[in-house]
């Protein structure tokens, strides 16, 4: 299917939209199960324009990468937005690239993150950077073999034929093959997004920062952009999660009712992620970092056993 | 043969030899060896890539005949030569290299003025290329073994250049026995078809196929496993590799990484798939095992160095290891009889052969620059030089992102193919042993991610942040020959990686060749822009087409950019240094701290091992003069190769006693063999 310019128009644009909306409702639930007010959930908008209209601050030491990072990260995290069904169950991109270029694009933007945390010659950056690199590398077979059983049972790696061969009666989500690769890929998506058993989105105490490090010498424009393609990075896990595993009402075609059903369900899906999110965060202690391998290595067996099941059951 | 492909072929055989006896004829006069060798070589190589790029395009390697290079007097000695498909793949890479690695050396060679012979180092490098591209053409066991061994002796040869230090000396006789060993079991193995065929020649050998009975067929896989895996570096063979890559001249490794350790995987493809017709299950099973162990380990071991080249070396066993995959695979799925999916892995293991080339010999030429300029290998002592090198630093991060397998470049490319044929194995076998396929392609994924923190690495603490020594502080930019020759190989990884269906056109012919002629598919999309897999809607990608798509997203940032950041002004500042009075490059993160958390994790591979010593007046915390040495043992060396060692110079000892000195004793001997054999006789 070829890519058409109006559905990659409306995918970025709700890519670009829905992604500081995420985030901003996962800081507000956090905070209100913590009995605080917290931020309203419209904030992170307001922080992005902030840091956009900002002076920019850069240090002496840094070298084009750092100014390159930004942009690498914002369009990879963006362009594998748009090989991830999320309203209509055909992604605008599915041609380009299927979720092994949903990984590998990810993969990109994380280069140049763990680079540019590097350039500026901090310690924390440094750290940070190696921190991330470590993570990801033991996340990352979890996550492989996790999509490996989802696209062996589809028999493709491109998303929308995974989308349309998960779809069925509802009875399939209760497989256990199905069950277990969404729970492996749960760690995963919580270690990629940095959030709290692996990192800690809300510290800037250089012991516990992961994420937060590398951002430390960015501000202004560079900030927002590196800010944003994190949070789209964040929604693409999630999106992934949510249709992939629960396909149920995304729109078959684009016809309006469709449309309307496949946006509601969306939204609820991610919301009802996000939540899942919200209760692992707060009822889990950070881990120590030489713990985040145990962590990965259960979502590694259990992506294993995944595989395992599809000789039992199919 | 009087076609213009084989005139080509023959001109740059000739002018190889021009440029090996150019560079000893000017033994003493460096600048016009240095002009004369590479000139030549140059020459030489570009008639070489137009030979073997019309061969396959144009379609006449599939038909190439076997033809007399010189006559013969002897019997079974036969120098016949043979541009098939197969061997005018690894042509192209020969000459590609080769092209880029002689201009290169143009520039490289001028180090070494006035210290060391240039007229050797051209010689030899002709030398070598000539051999490399005679192993790929040869048509008969005699002449391929004879080729092989010039190889590996003009290689040694090349290891063994700056012989001054001891390291390199050692290196070189590793190799050299390493080298040797493999060349035995390569004997040993033609020996053995020899005796199925009685001929040498290699038609006879593909026409044996499957008449050879199953012992004998599994003795040569074995055989030849061992001694093209000695070539190729797989573990547990692959010690005299990080030994022997970083100590030669920078233009001598990245040959050797590029194409040295190929002519290993030539072989292998050679005999798997062209002699030894439908192949068991467990051939490719311990391939596939083999391929997937040597990759994860390759890259382990290349975190934990902090030296340039090592590092690079090292993560030649990776590569290695997930070419094997391919070719492991495909073997499974021969055995299956899958032969459309066995194309893919085909494809996909040939594919990658050349990506690693090309990358890994720019990789190698970066560090070579770098070591020109700063005079170190050892990364603690680098940084900061891509304000000092840019163009160096340009060409070095695009290898880096190539070799991590990222999109849009080329090892992304064949990563792809690879995660695709393992994919779709899991479906053509009901037996357990479909699980190894998703297994290594998790294995894949980490040796992918440890490649992209390997390289962080790399390029993080090389070319970034503060220079940490003063060789680094006064680096300069490399010479122009030396970056034309990295522009070269960084354009092909450009190429390569986002025009995968133009060129998968040369590798067709391979795959008609070894698997049978038209296998009723083709990997290219949507006029070649979209690559595809053989499964109806089994995946597609298009790098050129998310380069293209960033490039229309370009103008988000742009247009948020002239929105709301009009006016915003940009200030130069210090970097963070929580109040202290400025950063130091001592502060800065290390080569050995990045990798620690991986090192810790690993803990079990690695043993590693630290020591700590403090002086201090009064008390611990306010140290005068810390020192600190950090080990990471390498499993191999102690667990395999020291006892081996040990037993070997054990048994020589004992042996000793035979070689008494008395010639009495050594005519009883002479006597005693005789009889045996004339028992034997009998």
Known sequence: MKPDPVAIAIQTALLLLIAPLISGCIKNWKAKLQTRRGPRIWQPYFDLAKFLRKDMVISEHASWIFSAAPYVIFLSSLLAGLMVPMVVAQAPLSLYGGVLGVIGLLALGRFFLALGGLDPASAFGGMGSSREMTIAAIAEPAMMLAIFTVAITAGSTDLSQIVHSSGGPLWKLLDPTHVMAFAALFIVLLAESCRIPVDNPATHLELTMIHEAMLLEYSGRYLAFMEWGAAIKQVVLLTLLANVFFPIGIAQDTSFPMLAVGSAAYLLKLLALAAAVVLVETTNAKLRLFRVPDLLSASFVLATLALMSTFLFH | MDNPCSTFLHLSLLLYVVGAVAGLLFLGRPRLANLF??????????????????????????????????????????????????????????????????????????????????????????????????????????????????????????????????????????????????????????????????????????????????????????????????????????????????????????????????????????????????????????????????????????????????????????????????????????????????????????????????????LFLGAGAVLHSTHTRNMEEMGGLIKRMPWTAFFFLIGAIAISALPPLNGFVSEWLTYQSLLQGFGTTESLIRLM????????????????????????????????????????????????????????????????????????????????????????????????????????????????????????????????????????????????????????????????????????????????????????????????????????????????????????????????????????????TLLVLLLFAL
Request: some cysteine.
């Open chain 2, 37 to 362: 060798s590479f000139g030549f070589a140059t020459v030489a190589a570009l008639c070489q890539g137009l030979s073997c790029l019309m061969a396959l395009v144009g379609g006449t390697a599939a038909t190439n005949a076997s033809a007399r290079l010189i006559p013969s007097m002897v019997p079974y000695v036969e120098f016949t030569v043979r541009q098939d498909p197969l061997g005018a793949f690894f042509g192209i890479i020969v000459s590609l290299l080769g092209l880029a690695l002689s201009i290169y050396s143009l520039g490289y060679a001028r180090g070494f003025y006035g210290r060391k012979n240039v007229g050797v180092l051209g010689s030899f490098f002709n030398v070598l290329l000539l051999s490399t591209t005679l192993v790929f053409l040869a048509d008969n066991a005699f002449f391929f073994l004879m080729t092989w061994e010039v190889m590996a002796l003009s290689a040694y040869c090349l290891v063994s250049y700056e012989h001054e230090q001891e390291e390199t000396r050692k290196a070189g006789v590793l190799y050299f026995i390493m080298s040797h060993i493999g060349t035995g079991c390569l004997i040993l193995g033609f020996l053995l078809l020899f005796q199925s065929s009685g001929s040498y020649s290699f038609a006879s050998f593909h026409a044996l196929g499957n008449t050879m009975e199953p012992a004998h067929r599994n003795a040569v896989f074995l055989v030849f496993l061992i001694g093209f895996g000695v070539k190729a570096g797989i573990v547990p063979l692959h010690i005299w590799l990080p030994a022997a890559h970083p100590v030669a001249p920078s233009n001598v490794s990245a040959l050797m990484s590029g194409v040295l350790i190929k002519t290993g995987i030539y072989g292998l493809t050679r005999v798997f798939f062209d002699f030894l017709g439908t192949p068991p299950n467990w051939w490719g099973v311990t391939v596939l095992a083999i391929g997937t162990i040597s990759a994860v380990l390759g890259v382990l071991y290349a975190l934990m160095e902090h030296d340039l080249k090592r590092l690079l070396a090292y993560h030649s066993i990776e590569n290695i290891g997930i070419i094997l995959m391919g070719l492991g695979a495909a073997l499974m799925f021969l055995h299956t009889g899958h032969p459309t999916l066995a194309g893919l892995a085909l494809i996909a293991g040939l594919y990658h052969t050349i990506n690693h080339a090309v990358f890994k010999a720019l």
């Open chain 2, 437 to 672: 396929f998703p297994l290594s392609g998790a294995m894949l994924a980490l040796t992918g991610a440890l490649a992209a923190a390997c390289f962080v690495k790399a390029f993080g603490i090389t070319f970034l942040a503060q220079p940490r020594s003063q060789h680094a502080a006064h680096a300069h930019e490399a010479a122009p020959t030396m970056l034309l020759g990295q522009g070269i190989l960084t354009v092909t990884c450009v190429f390569l990686g986002l025009f995968p269906t133009v060129f998968l056109r040369v590798l067709y012919p391979v795959t008609e060749q070894l698997l049978g002629p038209n296998l009723g598919w083709d990997l290219s999309r949507a006029n070649g822009l979209v690559l595809q897999t053989t499964a109806d809607h089994g995946g597609t990608i298009s790098t050129l087409g998310m380069v293209l798509m960033a490039v229309c997203l370009l103008p988000i940032p742009a247009v948020l950019w002239v929105f709301f950041g009009r006016g915003t002004k940009v200030r130069i500042g210090p970097t963070w240094d929580c109040g202290q009075r400025g950063l130091t490059p001592q502060m800065e993160y290390t080569a050995t701290g990045f990798s620690k958390p991986i090192r810790m994790i690993f803990k079990a591979l690695f043993r590693p091992r630290r020591e700590v010593q403090r002086e201090y007046d009064f008390s611990p915390y306010f140290a005068t003069n810390i020192r600190f040495e950090a080990h990471v043992e390498e499993v191999f060396q102690t667990r395999i190769y020291r006892p081996l060692n040990r037993l070997v110079l054990r048994a020589s000892r004992r042996m000793r006693a035979l070689q008494a000195g008395s010639i009495q004793a050594y005519l009883i001997y002479i006597f005693i």
